[in-house]
């Protein structure tokens, strides 16, 4: 099908129904990349499990939720192989294998270990598991032997560390693995309901699963600029966090003319929202049909994620009688 062998990877971490936010920054992406690449993407438990151990429960229900917006937004198990991580038990083997060479300052200084630790003060992320985590991504990267894996800016340092981690073994062991490369993906800025950044913890999120008249209800109340304050007011596009969806959903040539519009107060904010309103819910229409289905068949989902439980696992385990035999195991 015009595939060119490159392999890629990317993983996500269940943590509940996925927002417009993800849509832009990532799946976007990767249903461009399904049709080029040989692509593996995966939903990585083991590391909701590294912040969420306290919690542990709700990484089922969670697991669930993305793979139904995956299906529903288009992902396909004909295209990609779509798995989830702790069931490839291949992972945590390598996992191991490849934190018996890391030196402990390389885990250290990543940036997030410390971040995460701040921001998230009522868990206790100082733990063993979650210093590892770029370890663990490493695993999940080269054990499927990936070249390309399509992150965003936030991901760069762990990539960074996968490629030292990859360069690492390869010069004890022999040239098992290729050095992962990073394909940047350009995330855009998106604004959530009350002009924070769009996230799940801030409550401020859009979600794709939201019926029409959520999605109606949540963007016509939603923060504009603040020099709107009358009809007569004009504004400026660029500070208005509104404007941050109009730039992910709608076609550049509305946007210019919403542009001129706002600056010269000829439209209002409302006549301004429901041009991304009604273009999302053009581009949601099709999700929301697949999603009712697979709600309806939740074990449609499971047995769609087994069969790429199934894929993922042979190549996991091929790969794995390679590594053993070059370490001498
Ligand atoms: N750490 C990534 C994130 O938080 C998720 C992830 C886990 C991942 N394993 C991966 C991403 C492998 C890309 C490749 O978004
Ligand atoms: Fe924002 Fe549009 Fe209102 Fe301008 S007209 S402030 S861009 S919602």
């Not at 595939?3 to 849509?23: A, C, D, F, N, Y």
Request: aromatic share 8%; hydrophobic share 35%.
């Amino acid at each position: 099908m015009g595939k060119i062998g490159k392999t890629v990877l990317s993983g996500m971490r269940p943590t509940g129904p996925l927002h417009l936010g993800h849509l832009a920054g990532a799946l976007r992406n990767w249903l461009k990349l399904q049709d080029q690449y040989h692509c593996f993407y995966t939903i990585v438990t083991w590391h909701a499990l590294s912040s969420e151990y306290q919690n542990s429960k709700v990484i089922k229900e969670s697991t669930f939720e993305v793979a139904a917006d995956w299906l529903s937004i288009g992902l396909d198990p004909n295209k990609s192989v779509l798995f989830i991580q702790s069931d490839i038990k291949e992972h945590a083997e390598l996992h191991l294998l490849l934190s018996m060479t890391i030196p402990l300052p390389w885990l250290q200084r990543v940036p997030t270990f410390k971040e995460m630790q701040r921001e998230l003060p009522d868990k206790d992320l100082n733990t063993y598991g979650f210093l590892g985590y770029p370890v663990l991504q490493t695993a999940d990267i080269i054990i499927y032997k990936a070249e390309i894996v399509p992150v965003g800016e936030d991901q760069a340092f762990h990539l960074e560390l996968a490629r030292e981690i990859t360069r690492r073994f390869n010069r004890f062991f022999g040239n098992v693995f290729p050095e992962p490369q990073i394909l940047l993906t350009e995330v855009p800025k998106l604004a959530g309901t009350d002009g924070r950044k769009m996230s799940k913890s801030y409550g401020n999120a859009i979600y794709l699963k939201d019926s029409k008249e959520i999605i109606r209800k949540k963007i016509s109340t939603m923060m504009t600029d603040t020099r709107r304050k009358r009809r007569a007011d004009p504004g400026v596009p660029d500070d208005c966090p509104t404007f941050t969806l109009h730039k992910a959903f709608v076609t550049e040539e509305k946007i210019r003319e919403l542009e001129t519009g706002c600056r010269t107060a000829t439209i209002g904010c409302l006549e301004c929202k429901d041009v991304v309103i009604e273009s999302l819910i053009r581009i949601l229409s099709p999700f929301w049909e697949k999603r009712k289905k697979y709600e309806r068949h939740p074990q449609l989902v499971w047995d769609t994620l087994e069969q790429g439980n199934k894929k993922a696992r042979r190549v996991a385990q091929k790969t794995m009688e390679e590594v053993r035999r070059a370490i001498g195991l």
